[in-house]
């Protein structure tokens, strides 16, 4: 079945780049999100990709899709401390538009 | 975007008892989402909700337990049934964008004693 997953834990240190993997089994995904959540938060929407893309910029958000290996991930440049957060991948399928969710990596940001 | 407000905000139940969720969406959408978000875990689908026919539910849900309503294109609800305390978590409701997006409710962060 469809399946998304993602390592649970990312430390690191104010300034650095963060990298955040996650696969995914469906070919068929024709969108790939990335969603944060904080904590006693709701999960708010950072950036997408559509599957015929392979990188997308936004600000100090690059996302980069390696659709042959169903790869994606999530690099934040010069992290803050206000980045840290669980970091959810998601994939959207075709079959009914539902969310697949990875179990979401903890970024943790030492100044 | 698509402006989505779930009610209750959160709540604390007894065991045995019933709580209804609602969702309500600023525009008209076909399909609804339900998800749950049980204690340090990811999101889980529980059902999908379209507007005039059954809730089709994903493996491990059943309608006895969660049932759903959608009387109409904007609003939909869940309702967690006999409760116990393996169903704390935070329910959320979701729509889909116009292909880009997944919209999602604040959640409602349910505890069960």
């Known amino acids: 079945g469809e399946d998304v997953e993602q390592s649970l834990f990312l430390s690191v240190r104010e300034g650095d780049s963060s990298v955040i993997n996650c696969t995914y089994t469906d070919s068929s995904s024709t969108y790939l999100y990335w969603y944060k959540q904080e904590p006693g938060a709701g999960l708010q929407l950072l950036t997408y990709i559509f599957s015929n893309m392979d990188m997308k910029q936004d600000q100090r958000l690059t996302v980069l899709l390696n659709k042959k290996d169903k790869h994606l991930s999530l690099r934040i440049a010069d992290t803050q401390t206000g980045d840290s957060a669980i970091y959810f991948c998601?994939?959207?399928?075709?079959?009914?538009?539902?969310?697949?969710f990875g179990q979401g990596t903890e970024l943790s940001v030492k100044p | 975007s698509a402006v989505i407000s779930q009610k209750p905000s959160r709540d604390i139940c007894q065991r045995g008892t019933s709580l209804t969720i609602q969702c309500q969406v600023d525009?008209?959408?076909?399909?609804m989402f339900w998800y749950r978000q049980q204690p340090g875990q990811s999101l889980t689908l529980i059902a999908t909700?379209?507007?005039?026919?059954?809730?089709?539910?994903e493996s491990g849900f059943v309608i006895d337990k969660f049932p759903i309503s959608r009387p109409n294109l904007t609003f939909s609800t869940l309702t967690v049934s006999n409760m116990s305390p393996e169903d704390s978590s935070i329910y959320l409701c979701s729509v889909p964008g116009e292909g880009t997006e997944a919209f999602f409710g604040q959640g409602t962060r349910l505890t069960v004693v």
């Open positions: 525009s008209q959408v076909t399909m």
């Open positions: 909700a379209n507007q005039g026919s059954e809730a089709t539910y």
């Open positions: 998601a994939a959207l399928y075709n079959q009914g538009g539902k969310l697949i």
